[in-house]
T-cell receptor, first 110, second 112 residues
Framework: DAKTTQPTSMDCAEGRAANLPCNHSTISGNEYVYWYRQIHSQGPQYIIHGLKNNETNEMASLIITEDRKSSTLILPHATLRDTAVYYCIDLVFGNEKLTFGTGTRLTIIP | EPEVTQTPSHQVTQMGQEVILRCVPISNHLYFYWYRQILGQKVEFLVSFYNNEISEKSEIFDDQFSVERPDGSNFTLKIRSTKLEDSAMYFC??????????FGPGTRLTVL
């Protein structure tokens, strides 16, 4: 079973920043925070990962609290194509099996 | 941009038949995976493969399933005798060391 908890669903207006929270209540010191998403009927898509520091790439930014018990994925300028289910997953090693929880269904509103 | 490819996109088979699902991972990746997703359910891990052997498998991956990397580019999933409950979307993924996993578009398997 997934170890993280996320809100079931969220809406965001197109062009605004989408902020998706995740709780990592049982994360251990050597586990990374990974974010994936699944757009309807497509394969899951890797977004970003981090350990302690905030991270940014061309897709998103990842903010991890100092105690590492929560993280926030930020899509800075959401588009309709960002409508998807978003998953946060704790992994020691990126090559471990992925255990998908229920995720957050993000709907971008035109 | 490199991507994982899968063939066929849709496979229809009769119960009891063997099927082989094919994947071409990203060329410099070393870790390979199969996942499946039954309609309306979560994506589930089946098996991971590294250095020409299975590194981990789930309870779903029983004796009816096998994986192979027959050459330097392909990665296959074989189901020996398909059951109705094997109907699902099957996703192949690959990754480099310590990085995120990159998924293919999937093969929809329909068992009649």
């Amino acid at each position: 079973d997934a170890k993280t908890t996320q809100p079931t669903s969220m809406d965001c207006a197109e062009g605004r920043a989408a902020n998706l929270p995740c709780n990592h209540s049982t994360i251990s010191g050597n586990e990374y925070v990974y974010w994936y998403r699944q757009i309807h009927s497509q394969g899951p898509q890797y977004i970003i990962h981090g350990l302690k520091n905030n991270e940014t790439n061309e897709m998103a930014s990842l903010i991890i609290t100092e105690d590492r018990k929560s993280s926030t994925l930020i899509l800075p300028h959401a588009t309709l194509r960002d409508t998807a289910v978003y998953y946060c997953i704790d992994l020691v090693f990126g090559n471990e099996k992925l255990t998908f929880g229920t995720g957050t269904r993000l709907t971008i509103i035109p | 941009e490199p991507e994982v490819t899968q063939t066929p996109s849709h496979q229809v088979t009769q119960m009891g038949q063997e099927v082989i699902l094919r994947c071409v991972p990203i060329s410099n990746h070393l870790y390979f995976y199969w996942y499946r997703q039954i309609l309306g359910q979560k994506v589930e891990f089946l098996v991971s493969f590294y250095n020409n052997e299975i590194s981990e498998k789930s309870e779903i991956f029983d004796d009816q399933f096998s994986v192979e990397r027959p050459d330097g580019s392909n990665f296959t999933l074989k189901i020996r005798s398909t059951k109705l409950e094997d109907s699902a979307m099957y996703f192949c993924a690959s990754s480099g060391y310590g990085l995120g996993q990159f998924f293919g578009p999937g093969t929809r398997l329909t068992v009649l």
